[in-house]
């Protein structure tokens, strides 16, 4: 095809997108070459598969959008071919010297929608984003109509999830890995690899940098967290703010309390709270503002309470819904009670929330009185091959979620997208 002469791929993206095997995977470190391989490979398949259809997907919608659609329109202007865009299905209509065919792009998390399709070829961007291989069986189940019928994904490791399994654990014979790490984009600029090591702990900079498969589901979630290094003595300074990650739950209802400062520990946890109903029908949350304001009161000079600014909360996003038993949402009534309520437009991936507490272990000391947080941290685990915290444990989970969303909002880990350092 003509491309081979207009365009130099790398060594693993040249592998990955003129393997024979009928099930190839790229699994490679950010900013890799990832998803421009896997839409190199979806216009190799169709000069395979003359006329015929190829899907490629993202995890989500807003993905395609944002990153499939505009990959995808480089690379057929790189390599030269002319295409016609339908918005309404979501089409490439393809066509080159002497040939042609159709990409359609959707959503995987919709694979439902796949069904009826008859498809030569099939390729999911970030599969080891997807909790199970239900979109996998439904592209799989697809392939119906091609010379060379073919399922690839092109994706950063997420562990020793379902693609692990598929492509190492229990590999059969049609599948292949080909691997890469980041450095192997010989363009992508020092910057890029910087901000990744200062964003990410040491076992992520091997899945997300090298492109290795680490154990990232198995056993603690937040694995950052070492005592001897984290668990220290904490001195509660009235003259600052006081943030407070909580966690709404029909009981008990939790707090974490912390202050911030510019130098290392950045994050220091000085107290915590967990409360239960008392047997009479009152509001949790709003006890709980209450108990917070008594025990750590603010005053002006005046010796007056001060509330503006002195109470800055970090809820449960969800709880802007209004709560099923009371008049007001959860985040209404701490409003109401004078607290600043922050949580995030879009609630954030568990993946990212977590790996931003794990980062944050480098920065955070924690009073030992916090004996339930420092329980969490240790005892929480994922559920089993997955990166999604396993709740089954009552007891568990509440303080070290409201953590979460509050070191989740103060310090989030971005991915640097190579993309946008690039163009
Ligand atoms: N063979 C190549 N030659 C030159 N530039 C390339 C090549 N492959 C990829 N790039 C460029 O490198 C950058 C990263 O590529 P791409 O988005 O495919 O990587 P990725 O591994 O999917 O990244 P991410 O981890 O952010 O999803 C893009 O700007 C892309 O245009
Ligand atoms: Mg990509």
Redesign the pocket.
Known sequence: MKYEASF???KH?NKFIRTRKKFPALV?G????????LCLKALLELGRNPNKTILLAEPVYPMVRDVLQP?LE?CLKDVGFNYRYKAGEVMYDISWTGGGGKIILRSAENWRRWAGLNLAGFGIDEACLLKDDSAWRMGISRLRDGHHLTGFTAS?PEGFNWHYNYWVGDKKNDYELIQAKSSD?K?LPQEFIDSLYENYDERLILAYLHGQYVNLQHGQTYYGFKREKNVQEVQYNPHLPLHIGMDFNIEPITAVLFQTYNDKPMVRVFDEFQIYHSGKNELLTETLAKQIKERYEKLDLMGKPVLRGAYICYPDPSGKNRHTSAYYSDHDILRKEGFDVRVPRRSPLVIDSVNAVNKAMDFTIIDPKCKNLIKDLEQVVNKEGTRDIDKTNKDLTHLSDGFRYAINYLYPIRKP???SI?A
């Open positions: 130099d791929v790398f993206q490679g950010y900013g890799s070459g990832k998803t421009v391989a990959t480089k950063t984009n363009f997208r190579a993309t690039m």
